[in-house]
């Protein structure tokens, strides 16, 4: 009888056949990669939206490319949710996943480090160097843990100014990205106005959406949910015993939203992963696995806490808040302003860049809103480098001659 | 400090006031409501597609209507994952929820009970009745709980087959369903082709697609992941002890895929449910206390294995499996059929039903196929009645007069 299919019992070790770590941060003593540092605490405390504070911030970030004497070439790139600061480059000593801008950032690419300066810094809040919920607060010599206080949008783009200043730059020609980084992008635009010549917020929206805050939320349980997140205090957890079942539950959540119908059609179909297993309960299909594979590459490289914590900022994205309400601050906007969508992304539907795109020109700024019919989804912010390339490029061009 | 919004600590009762039950699932001794039961395993055993098999089988089924004595006016209605018999009719005792198709099946409604005999039958390995995880096992004495086998939508529609016997029924004038109902009247229309004289799968899919897959697979990780569902041994738990905040997440998971962003955007914006939380790590916006809602509603009323086993039955849909493939098999229906779809809808997406009706029309047969146009998303097969009563009356004519 144990051969039959159907007394296959659910077992998590099929899924992940290794333990993982406990946490997937970037701690000091790792190999460093291409990082530098950057303490920017200078004000202190450093007080945050939401009414925290924290007594010191480090950004880690990583350069491609020279700064021209006359600094006209530096290009801020900023990250999405599990991103960080390796845009571009490979898998290397310090670094867990490839860079994840690589095809658009290189020599002769539409982000040129022949021509340009690219900076793109871990964001606050994240695990891979700069200050987060990983790092250990200087009070109680430990991780912050649940203690690392809620940050926003405005708050990181706050250190990014401060990592600015730090590296002796005045303008940035763009403040580019995708999804949570076009969210920064955004903030930049509407807080310091003057050192901007353009934006280009891609795949992204004005204020999150309920559908994005719904899709949050969800992901935010299955974490706090697994009991070895341990109310944010599992740094300590031995190897193999942190919460990395409910962050892999997250992510698998999340990599759902950012594909689409017509992707897994294509590339996985009905096949089983393990055909003779087909017919039982716990038998998994294809797609089930190639969840489970994102699961854990994410865990090998991000932090819970982390994922809450940013995932947080997001709903809390409204670049109209206790500013009049998004039109009117998109309207003011007066810098050459590229938006895109790609048309089968369900989680940052065209509608949202759409609308962004006509509220910046109904106040009289200059908008360019682009979009590309792709079945790639949220994803093609990372994977249509062909359609985007182009645009990007002339958007800087166009930079270089107002400014 | 207390009174700074970031120190709100994530707090699960904040989400669910009281404790919720164990198990949702009806039991012998509960009130029946409008149920009727009828013991169905004249086989014995019951064996079942994915090779296990079941002692006994009891169905509970709901009728309206009177059945005409030439037998030509019956109407099988299949219900959704977490639907039930209970079709229409209110929240009265035994029933936990209004009746889910009530604008479509009553005197001068769509499916009018003044004219047809409606049947509609909760599914094996549910928990409303039918037999199911939640029910004892004879052999033990105790519920299934995890042992309870595998079950399939040809497993389902063999107990509706031997249901039909037991009530004296010739011919179903239909078998009408939306969404997994839709697997149900599909495998009729191929498994007991002359039983039937039309069928109406409405936002449904010949074979779950990996999307569909995907959305599953979470939703029962969710489940699994709780460490109050113990294996599937949960049912002796202590009063609030069961799996529920895993059932309930699966629950918020799927109720997102069910509805769209248009719906949520105008019922909901970025409302905060506590104003004064906003800006506070664990504060919830009204998109978050809706799907809470709908989780506790769920685990009010149903059963986490019931759960995993129809989630699963769902995917391992796929009317032709060993039988030639899913086009030769929709070519040979030769009855009426009618299929409908959502615009909006992300989970059983239009393409589907599309595709479904020209297989049955490129093999001969005779397909209707309508769009509606409407942002209510999957719940549209539910709630757009105005749309798909005209249909459903229409296609009901037809088969009378065909057959």
């Given at each position: 009888m144990t051969d039959r299919p159907e007394s296959l019992q659910y077992d998590p070790s099929r899924r992940f056949p290794s333990p993982l770590p406990v946490s997937g941060a970037w701690r000091h003593g790792d190999p460093v990669g291409r990082r530098q540092f950057a303490k920017v605490s200078r004000e202190r405390p450093f007080v945050l939206e939401c009414g925290g504070h924290l007594d010191e911030v480090e950004i880690a970030y990583e350069t491609w490319g020279t700064l021209a004497p006359d600094?006209?070439?530096?290009?801020?790139?900023?990250?999405?949710?599990?991103?960080?600061?390796?845009?571009?480059?490979?898998?290397?000593?310090?670094?867990?996943?490839?860079?994840?801008?690589?095809?658009?950032?290189?020599?002769?690419?539409?982000?040129?480090?022949?021509?340009?300066?690219?900076?793109?810094?871990?964001?606050?809040?994240?695990?891979?160097?700069?200050?987060?919920?990983?790092?250990?607060?200087?009070?109680?010599?430990?991780?912050?843990?649940?203690?690392f206080p809620q940050v926003t949008m405005r708050d990181i783009v706050r250190t990014q100014?401060?990592?600015?200043?730090?590296?002796?730059?005045?303008?940035?020609?763009?403040?580019?990205?995708?999804?949570?980084?076009?969210?920064?992008?955004?903030?930049?635009?509407?807080?310091?106005?003057?050192?901007?010549?353009?934006?280009?917020?891609i795949a992204s929206v004005a204020a999150a959406s309920p559908m994005q805050i719904a899709w949050s939320a969800v992901e935010r349980l299955a974490i706090v949910q697994d009991p070895k997140w341990r109310d944010g205090w599992y740094y300590d957890a031995p190897e193999g015993d942190g919460p990395w079942h409910g962050l892999a539950l997250a992510r698998e959540i999340s990599q759902i939203t950012y594909r689409t119908t017509h992707v897994f059609d294509e590339r996985f179909g009905r096949e089983p992963f393990v055909p003779s297993e087909e017919l039982s309960q716990w038998g998994r299909y294809q797609i089930e696995s190639y969840l489970?594979?994102?699961?854990?590459?994410?865990?090998?490289?991000?932090?819970?806490?982390?994922?809450?914590?940013?995932?947080?900022?997001?709903?809390?994205?409204?670049?109209?808040?206790?500013?009049?309400?998004?039109?009117?601050?998109?309207?003011?906007?007066r810098v050459p302003v590229l938006t895109a969508s790609v048309t089968s992304d369900i989680l940052y539907p065209a509608y949202q860049q759409a609308a962004m795109a006509e509220m910046i020109n109904a106040g009289g700024g200059d908008c360019d809103y682009h979009v590309v019919d792709s079945p790639q989804g949220h994803d093609g912010f990372l994977l249509e480098s062909a359609f985007l390339g182009p645009l990007i490029s002339r958007t800087l061009e166009k930079a270089a001659v107002e400014g």
């Open positions: 600094h006209s070439n530096a290009i801020l790139v900023c990250h999405a949710l599990t991103g960080d600061s390796h845009a571009a480059g490979g898998f290397e000593p310090g670094h867990k996943s490839d860079g994840w801008w690589d095809d658009l950032i290189g020599p002769g690419k539409a982000l040129d480090t022949d021509r340009y300066f690219i900076v793109c810094a871990n964001v606050l809040g994240g695990c891979q160097g700069t200050t987060g919920p990983s790092s250990v607060d200087p009070d109680t010599g430990k991780p912050y843990g649940p203690t100014r401060l990592l600015m200043a730090e590296l002796g730059i005045d303008t940035w020609l763009s403040v580019v990205g995708g999804s949570m980084g076009g969210m920064q992008a955004l903030e930049w635009g509407v807080m310091y106005p003057g050192l901007v010549k353009s934006l280009m917020p489970d594979h994102h699961g854990q590459k994410l865990v090998r490289r991000f932090d819970a806490n982390s994922f809450l914590v940013l995932s947080k900022a997001m709903d809390l994205h409204d670049v109209g808040r206790h500013r009049g309400g998004v039109s009117s601050v998109l309207g003011a906007l």
